[in-house]
């Protein structure tokens, strides 16, 4: 279980978090996701004790993770860049972060063969390629067996093979009963590992939703219409809840009508319809037009907090 | 399916953080890396090479004690300084040994696994400093009292015995101020979490501060000069008593105060700092 609650962090005059409040349960993968700059990693480093918040609280299992005294059993992390020593080998670097808390030379080569960087693990880390890179950043997180496993950005870098194992080992430890804290700024990926969803943009919650509900609301057709009488066909149309777009002349695009409705009202009037078609649109479209408009919305209502303002 | 491996039998019940844990960590950490190993042989190699070119020197007949050493040597030449007179080098090298130590950490990322594992993070700072401490005394206390020996047999007849006035108290202190330099080092490197910037100042405390208060009015400089890391540290590797040094218990205290208050205030700015 993770815990946030009112986090703000301050980086000069920029405000990376922004009053973000939310909880990851355990039992689920749940998914953190923003476009690039959103705060996403800072808020991991938060969890992690790395930076500290500018204000508000952040716990794991009910704790600082500062104050737990055997944190790899607590949460196991893997941080957005690399975060090891280039000149050290693989196996070097698992055996100096297992033996923080007695952790053997048995376990570090459970997870070199769990991540499968067996043949490589006693090759230097700054060789590694992106993808062998996570592997390892991923055996690191799993060393303490910990009961939340906290992800940023595990699939960069990963072939299609790597991608699908990730996705296996994530839904896994959740069954297990684990918290699984996932992030991306890839809302398709997402869609096939994340139960439950975080969306952030610029530093502010924009949705803590399930993926269920998530793609339902999504799901909202658009219907595009052809008609040679566009402009009469528009007035026709218009009203609350319902929004038409047009992207070139003789097409429009709504929203809020069916299919049936829209060429009932063109057949009513005697007007001329040439394409009447629904388009569904895509989580992505969906997700991308969730952070735009929350970027709007945080540009109309920017609420600054206090500069100076500490929370230690 | 592949969680199936996840077994937790082999990670203890008891995994806590604790001390010797820590430190343990920071020796795999230390002993993994080739480049660590190459600069501790390359302090032990420098010091020895110089000590013993020093006393060959000096055994010359034609040389008389007192007379300016070759350049990178003692000030002076007697039989102390002439076998010790790798100190000036080799300092160079334990102290850029230190900062690698703790700045690499920063330049690659490896600080925030780091202090992830140890959220406390004082204690990685301390373990470094423990390991390295550790290390150069059990390599250092051999290699010097070695070299020494090797350039009083070099000089024969104008050698001093270890059993002399000061001369075993020497021969430890030199021991100890190089281990303390790779110290100052870890000190600098974690303060300014840079390695370009840690090496010059290691350079500039050590070698160009010293020189330069010698350009300021006397008064000051008798009041600053025998207060910095290298005039404490000469005043209790060396035998003859000199009015521009501490006596050598002085100048043990003042080289420990330097390394106290840089690796404390290292260790309160690791505790703030966002990693």
């Known amino acids: 279980m993770i815990d946030v609650a009112n986090l703000s962090k301050r980086y000069g005059d920029k405000l990376a978090v922004d009053d973000l409040t939310f909880q990851v349960k355990p039992g689920i993968v749940t998914g953190f996701l923003g476009p690039n700059g959103a705060g996403k990693s800072t808020t991991m480093r938060m969890i992690l004790g ?23 059993r607590e949460i196991g992390a893997l941080l957005e860049a690399k975060a090891v020593h280039t000149g050290r080998s693989a196996r070097n670097h698992l055996l100096a972060m297992a033996a923080t808390t007695g952790i053997g030379r048995r376990r570090v080569d459970e997870v070199i063969d769990l991540v499968g960087l067996h043949e490589v693990a006693g090759k230097r880390a700054g060789g590694f390629s992106l993808g062998m890179g996570q592997r390892l950043g991923i055996a690191a ?22 991608i699908r194992w990730i996705r296996g080992l994530l839904r896994g430890l959740a069954a297990e009963g684990r918290t699984v804290f996932v992030s991306s700024h890839l809302m398709s990926e997402m869609a096939q590992t994340a139960e439950h969803l975080i969306v952030v943009g610029k530093g502010r919650l924009i949705a803590d939703v399930s993926l269920a509900e998530f793609t339902r609301q999504a799901s909202r057709t658009t219907v595009r219409v052809r008609s040679p009488q566009a402009a009469t066909l528009r007035d026709l149309l218009v009203g609350p809840d319902v929004t038409v777009t ?6 429009l695009e709504v929203t809020g009508l069916t299919r049936e409705q829209i060429g009932d009202r063109a057949a009513d009037a005697g007007l001329t319809l ?21 970027v709007e919305y945080h540009g109309d209502t920017a609420q600054p907090v206090p500069a100076g303002r500490s929370a230690r | 399916m592949t969680t199936a491996t996840l077994a937790p039998a082999t990670v203890p019940a008891d995994a806590k953080v604790t001390w010797w844990r820590v430190v343990r960590s920071e020796w795999i950490k230390f002993r993994s890396r080739r480049s660590s190993l190459i600069m501790l042989a390359a302090v032990v190699l420098v010091f020895a090479g110089l000590g013993l070119g020093f006393s060959a020197f000096l055994s010359d007949t034609t040389i008389e004690p007192g007379s ?4 990178g040597g003692p000030s002076s030449l007697d039989p102390l300084g002439a076998s010790l007179g790798g100190v000036n080098l080799a300092q160079l090298l334990i102290g850029t040994l230190g900062v690698l ?10 600080i925030r696994s780091s202090l992830a594992a140890v959220p406390r993070r004082w204690p990685v700072l301390a373990g470094k400093v423990t390991v390295l401490t550790g290390v150069s005394l059990a390599l250092l206390v051999p290699t010097v009292l070695l070299t020494f020996l090797g350039g009083q047999a070099i ?18 202190g030199t021991a100890f101020y190089l281990a303390g330099v790779g110290v100052l080092g870890m000190a600098l490197g974690a303060l300014l979490r840079n390695t370009a910037g840690a090496l010059t100042s290691v350079v500039a405390l050590l070698l160009v501060i010293p020189g330069l208060t010698s350009l300021l009015p006397e008064s000051w400089s008798d009041a600053i000069s025998p207060y910095l890391p290298s005039n404490a540290g000469q005043a209790f590797m060396s035998i003859s008593s000199s009015p521009d040094l501490l006596s050598p218990g002085a100048g043990l205290a003042v080289f420990v105060g330097w390394l106290v208050v840089l690796v404390g205030a290292a260790a309160v700015l690791l505790r703030r700092r966002d990693a």
Do not use: C, Q
């Not at chain 2, 300016?68 to 350049?71: D, E, K, L, Y």
């Not at chain 2, 130590?101 to 490896?110: D, I």
């Open chain 1, 50 to 72: 790395l930076d500290a918040p500018t204000s508000g609280t952040v716990t794991v299992n009910g704790r600082r993770y500062a104050e737990h005294r055997a944190p790899l």
């Open chain 2, 155 to 172: 000089l024969a007849d104008k050698g001093i015995s270890l059993a002399d006035d000061g001369v075993l108290r020497a021969v430890l």
């Open chain 1, 141 to 162: 997180a799993l060393l303490g067996d910990p009961k939340v496993v906290m992800l940023d950005e595990p699939v960069n870098g990963l072939d299609p093979d790597g």
């Open chain 1, 246 to 251: 047009s992207g070139e002349p003789g097409l």
């Open chain 2, 101 to 110: 130590l703790v700045a690499g950490e920063y330049s690659t990322g490896m």
């Open chain 2, 68 to 71: 300016p050493a070759p350049p």
């Open chain 1, 274 to 294: 040439h394409e009447l078609a629904a388009t569904e649109a895509s989580l992505e479209e969906a997700f991308m037009t969730m952070t735009r408009d929350a």
